[in-house]
């Protein structure tokens, strides 16, 4: 007998679980389909960025800075720590405590949400009277039926050819988040979000780290000002970075993992290390969803298309998230998962790619919204451009962290801010009054006569923005 509901949400990740619990308020009856399991069986709702993504990475990123703090920083507060020692099994752990926490609350807001959870993974059967068929094949096997469904599966890693991830030396995100010991040599291959994270967990603890990037510059996509002030500090930490360079054979053996590579001087190059990452992109993740069986369209890449509603080309079928174009970003997928759920019911929800904001938790933090400086001069955009060290805000010298700077760019004829970029402390947390103001389309001036707090990092945004009109107050 087929469980009826009005919306069907394949996969429990941002976009997905957003999507239902929105769906759900909207006075839809919703049923939510996962199949991410925990170390015990169980469900383990909040897919690659709650298990193994976005949250363990935070954890563990926050622990090695301790960690390198007690090492490197306490005595500069005249605070002295002798013999502090990393147990990377208790790290580990804790990392694994706070997954469990984001976990258990997503079951708890399907609960609260009226949505039905079944464990297991959803794929499509066939197209019935006004709507759909799904599977569930977990424990038990479900068949449920919906007037409309939503994929949000997701996005897996890519692998390199010929060096398929073991998750013992040859490293994916997963494997990088649950290393038991400090490696000796770790080697990273791509210097993205992942790369530089991840690199920098390990580094802190005690590795020699090697990156390899195969572009010829570091972070393109981010402003060259900023990625250039990022790489100058990740070079002053030890966090080895060659770029330009063509991969070529991976071996794992007994003893660790060789790279064999060619340098940017199109010089022979080898690499011994212990473990291995690598973080070169992520894939859709569409297999076992019997797109065929019910024509759904994936593109080239394997990513479901759909137009700029979310909508794909099956009435009634949705969808979200890394499983579709645009950046594979949790808060993307969240805010596709809410407007979509409005569309359903008449509403109009509404993403603006424009202004979301992207965030590497290293180090210094680098965080950016809106267009580079170098693609405003592609695009043959007058603008204005306005920056602000950390070096000149007093809070950033009371907490001992000054590298970096806040950078605006504005319209020339309307000061209308274009893109805002940061490269220093708590530049994630900094960035979200940039997307307000973006979004509102706030000029450079209207930032810049906004009262902000004395000290506060905040004031370095103010200053940036004053310095777009030549007027800084403290610099």
Same mark, same amino acid.
């Given at each position: ?169 040859? +490293? ?156 594979? +970003? ?87 801010? +274009? ?57």
């Amino acid at each position: 007998m087929s469980k009826q509901f009005d919306v069907i949400v394949i996969g429990a990740g941002p976009g997905g679980y957003i999507a239902a619990i929105r769906a759900a308020q909207l006075g839809m009856n919703v049923a939510c389909i996962d199949e991410w399991k925990n170390a015990a069986g169980g469900a383990a709702p909040g897919g690659t960025c709650t298990n193994v993504g976005c949250i363990p990475s935070k954890a563990l990123l926050q622990s090695s800075e301790h960690f390198e703090h007690a090492n490197l920083h306490f005595a500069d507060h005249g605070i002295t720590a002798t013999g502090v020692k990393m147990d990377v099994a208790k790290m580990i752990a804790r990392k694994d405590n706070v997954v469990k926490q984001n976990n258990d609350g997503i079951l708890y807001l399907f609960k609260k949400n009226k949505v039905t959870f079944f464990h297991g993974r959803g794929s499509f059967v066939k197209a019935v009277d006004g709507g759909y068929e799904i599977k569930v094949t977990g424990k038990a096997e479900e068949t449920l039926t919906a007037k409309q469904v939503i994929v949000a599966t997701g996005s897996n890693a890519r692998a390199l050819p010929g060096a398929a991830f073991d998750e013992e030396q040859i +490293l994916s995100n997963d494997g990088a988040l649950a290393i038991g010991s400090v490696p000796k040599k770790l080697g990273v291959i791509g210097s993205g979000v992942i790369g530089l994270e991840m690199g920098s967990v390990w580094r802190r603890l005690g590795a020699d780290v090697t990156i390899l990037e195969g572009l010829p510059t570091f972070l393109g996509a981010v402003d060259e000002q900023i990625a250039k002030e990022a790489k100058k500090a990740f070079d002053k930490q030890g966090l080895k970075i060659e770029l330009g360079v063509k991969i070529g054979e991976v071996k794992a053996g007994k003893k660790g993992v060789s790279i064999a590579y060619t340098n940017a001087k199109g010089e022979a190059q080898a690499l011994e290390v212990d473990k291995l990452i690598v973080s070169i992109g992520r894939v859709p993740n569409t297999t076992g969803l019997n797109a065929e069986g019910v024509g759904l369209k994936l593109d080239e890449r394997g990513a479901v298309v759909v137009d700029g509603d979310c909508k794909t080309n099956l009435p009634g079928v949705w969808a979200v998230g890394d499983v579709v174009r645009g950046p594979m +970003l949790a808060h993307k997928a969240e805010e596709e998962g809410v407007a979509v759920a409005e569309r359903m019911a008449g509403q109009h929800g509404h993403v603006n790619f424009n202004t979301i904001p992207w965030v590497i938790y290293t180090s210094p933090e680098i965080a950016w919204v809106g267009r580079t400086e170098q693609q405003l001069k592609a695009d043959g955009v007058k603008y204005k451009a306005g920056t602000f060290p950390f070096l000149a805000n007093g809070r950033a010298r009371a907490l001992g962290d000054t590298t970096g700077m806040v950078k605006f760019l504005a319209d020339a004829a309307t000061d209308e801010i +274009l893109g805002v970029h940061i490269v220093g402390p708590m530049a994630s947390e900094l960035i979200a009054e940039a997307v307000v103001a973006m979004e509102f389309k706030a000029s450079s001036e209207d930032i810049a006569r906004i009262c902000h707090a004395h000290p506060s990092l905040s004031e370095a945004t103010k200053e940036a923005a004053l310095a777009v009109d030549k007027r800084t107050l403290n610099f």
